[in-house]
């Protein structure tokens, strides 16, 4: 139906000149297969042909299956690159937040802060360290049942905030400190 195609060969216009070809599944195989084209390769990838699409697909997951999916992604991205982990910090957090892994997505929040202090993106790297406080803060509230602890009281203030902080907490306030 045209909702996907092939990224970075010439399948795509191959498959385009044809006429009502469609892509079929091989239930025992797993493996796509285009009409008389053949067996794609197993590394094959695709995308969506409109980002509206995209998101209704998304959209239309259930969230169980989404959390999942992003999980995947994100273990997939963490094998994948390891050698070069530090330029996906940020992708592997938006993965591990939308998977309800906050411990995870904490940990790449902070690197993807710092990396973003040292590449002088102060606004990035606030965003960063916003997000993770957020969950630092809402792990400690759910750890003193419900009650928000005295700091949470300064309205926002950082430096009431963090000046009984955690290492944690204690961190992202000499970084943010840094940005500014």
Known sequence: RNLIEPIGNTLRKNRMQRSERSLRIDERSHHANFGDEGE???HQMFQFVHKFTQET???RMLVSTRRQVHLMLAQHIEVKHANDIRSHYAVLADHYLKA????EAKIYLLNAGDTAIECCASSEALKFFTKALEIIKNKKKNQVGGVADERAKGGGDF???FSRGSDEEGHIWRQIGEAN
């Open 57 to 59: 697909a998304y959209n």
């Open 159 to 161: 430096g009431t905030m």
């Open 100 to 103: 309800e892994k906050l411990d």
């Open 40 to 42: 794609l390769p197993a």
